[in-house]
């Protein structure tokens, strides 16, 4: 008799198990609906995205989900095109009930889903797109960005970093004649010449986005007496043909390269020693994982690595640390409440794969940091990246007031 209670006793908690893990599974999850370009020539960015956020989703999960609900994920193709990305935002809030928006690479993409967030009032957190407008000019109170911006990335890192090594006198830069193509020139000479007052850019070259062929631009650098030359938001595809054309040319051997976007690896992670890479370039970086010791990243590294097959980049670290926000967001509010959650997150100081990190309450900025060096082989990787590093912060952004002018003189 005693024998049969006890079974039964057991039996009942099983079912009672059984039960809560069924209940935990139904509950409505919290729909991320993400949206990048997974095909095409920045589908890299896309790609490393996605898979950095799935690994963060799969921990959370792991771990009992957020306020007991599971995290999921849905992934739209914005094919680098605003009218496409747009149009995916929308099918995401209203077919597939998403909660929050994440993604984009092309600021373009960017700025016409965040426009669609605040009028939905949706929160949407960029994860790649790097238009300082976003939170600066054209802010609202729905748009977050757990990453870096065009500021500090494309303009003021480069000029502290140039002002702090080389000082040069004479720059002339080439970029490809769009918003964030002039918006990065137009920062990194706020800054430099503010640092070094006698330098000047002595000719602006634009080339239209996507070029393939620089040789022309080229000519014009390597003939311009110029001691350094400036590229202005180039990257993926472009800058890979630009970096083979100008190697070709002998222009890494004759002036110093000023070239931001180099020293994210996503562009070089295939090449070895003996290939073309921007040799010796001035070069800034958002996840220098080889020379970060922070326990998370060297994990999330490992798991990225056996995810994908490659090195993780910056978009993957980002998004990563996106998901992680909106988690510490949520759990801060006690509700998927998209007020409280702007509120929860508002002066939040993160714990992110680098580090501590906080949001900036006025910008919904987060101040991430970018570092700094010259590109070269090192022990320990295969391929060309960023050597030495140094980390540039809250210094490489835009202060307060310098963004409320921004916003006054709108």
């Known amino acids: 008799m005693k024998k049969r209670f006890v079974s039964s006793v057991l039996a009942l908690i099983a079912v009672l198990c059984l039960g809560v893990t069924v209940h935990a599974a139904e509950k409505k999850p919290i729909v991320i609906g993400h949206i990048h370009s997974m095909s095409g020539a920045l589908s890299m960015y896309g790609i490393s995205s996605e898979a950095g956020g799935s690994i963060a989703i799969e921990e959370i999960n792991a771990a009992g989900g957020i306020l007991g609900r599971p995290l999921k994920m849905i992934t739209r193709d914005d094919k680098a095109n605003p009218e496409v990305g747009l149009r995916e935002a929308k099918d995401l809030v209203i077919s597939e009930n998403a909660d929050f928006l994440t993604g984009t690479v092309s600021s373009a993409v960017g700025m016409a889903v965040s426009s669609f967030a605040k009028k939905e009032k949706i929160i949407f957190m960029p994860s790649n797109a790097q238009s300082s407008r976003m939170t600066e000019d054209e802010f609202h109170p729905y748009i977050f960005r757990i990453a870096t911006n065009s500021v500090v990335y494309w303009g003021y890192a480069p000029a502290i970093a140039l002002a702090n090594t080389k000082k040069v006198k004479k720059i002339i830069s080439l970029g490809w004649e769009y918003e964030t193509g002039k918006t990065a020139l137009k920062q990194f000479k706020e800054k430099y010449l503010e640092m070094v007052p006698d330098a000047q850019i002595i000719d602006e070259l634009w080339a239209p986005l996507g070029t393939t062929d620089y040789t022309a631009y080229i000519n014009k650098i390597k003939n311009s007496g110029a001691d350094a030359f400036y590229l202005a938001a180039v990257y993926g595809g472009g800058e890979l043909a ?32 003996g290939g073309p890479f921007p040799k010796a370039a001035l070069a800034t970086t958002r996840y220098p994982f080889w020379a970060i010791d922070n326990p998370r990243s060297k994990v999330f590294v490992e798991k990225y690595k056996n995810k994908v097959g490659q090195y993780p980049s910056y978009g993957a670290m980002n998004h990563y640390n996106t998901i992680y926000a909106l988690k510490a967001g949520i759990e801060k509010a006690g509700a998927v409440d998209t007020e409280k959650i702007i509120k929860a997150l508002e002066g939040l100081t993160l714990d992110t794969l680098i580090g501590k990190v906080q949001i900036r309450a006025y910008d919904h900025q987060a101040m991430m940091p970018t570092w700094y060096g010259t590109m070269d082989y090192a022990e320990g990787l295969p391929f060309p990246h960023v050597v030495k590093v140094t980390p540039i912060g809250e210094e490489g952004y835009h202060t307060i007031e310098q963004i409320k002018k921004l916003r006054e003189s709108k």
């Open 242 to 273: 630009f970096t083979k054309q100008a190697d070709s040319f002998g222009l890494y051997d004759q002036m110093l390269a000023i070239q931001p976007c180099a020293g994210d690896i996503e562009s070089w992670y295939t090449v070895t020693k």
